[in-house]
Nanobody, 124 residues
Framework: QAQLVESGGGLVQAGGSLRLSCAAS????????MGWFRQAPGKEREFVGA????????SYADSVKGRFTISRDDAKNSVYLQMSTLKPEDTATYYC?????????????????WGQGTQVTVSS
C-alpha cells in the first residue's frame, strides 16, 4: 500500500529554518510530481510548492517564493522542503502529496496520495 510520511516539523523562532522530509513507500513515485501543501487552523489547505517528476523547474506559491526550496531524491523515494526565513504566518500542518500525472500544479484534486502531515510552528 502506497504511503507518504512527513517528518521534520517542529517549533522554530521567526527567521529560522526547518527541513521537512517526505518518505514514500509501497510504490515508486519516480514518475509522479510531488507537492507540498499546508493548512493552518481555520483555513483551507493551500499549495506551497511542487516539483515535477523530472525534478526541473519547481513551482512555488508567491507567499513562500525565495524562502522555500523543494527537492527530490528518487533513489531514496523522498522529497524535501527546505524552509528558510520562517514567519509566524508559516505556522501550519504541512502535507506532502503525489500527483500521478507528473504535472505538479497547484490543484489539490490532482494529487492522489497524501501524507498525514507534520506540524510547523513559528514563534514571533
Amino acid at each position: 500500500q502506497a504511503q507518504l510520511v512527513e517528518s521534520g516539523g517542529g517549533l522554530v523562532q521567526a527567521g529560522g529554518s526547518l527541513r521537512l522530509s517526505c518518505a514514500a513507500s509501497g510504490r515508486t513515485f519516480r514518475r509522479y510530481a510531488m507537492g507540498w501543501f499546508r493548512q493552518a487552523p481555520g483555513k483551507e489547505r493551500e499549495f506551497v510548492g511542487a516539483i515535477r517528476w523530472t525534478g526541473a523547474s519547481p513551482s512555488y506559491a508567491d507567499s513562500v517564493k525565495g524562502r522555500f526550496t523543494i527537492s527530490r531524491d528518487d533513489a531514496k523515494n523522498s522529497v524535501y522542503l527546505q524552509m528558510s526565513t520562517l514567519k509566524p504566518e508559516d505556522t501550519a500542518t504541512y502535507y506532502c502529496a503525489a500527483d500521478p500525472k507528473g504535472l505538479g500544479n497547484s490543484a489539490i484534486g490532482e494529487y492522489s496520495y497524501w501524507g498525514q502531515g507534520t506540524q510547523v510552528t513559528v514563534s514571533s
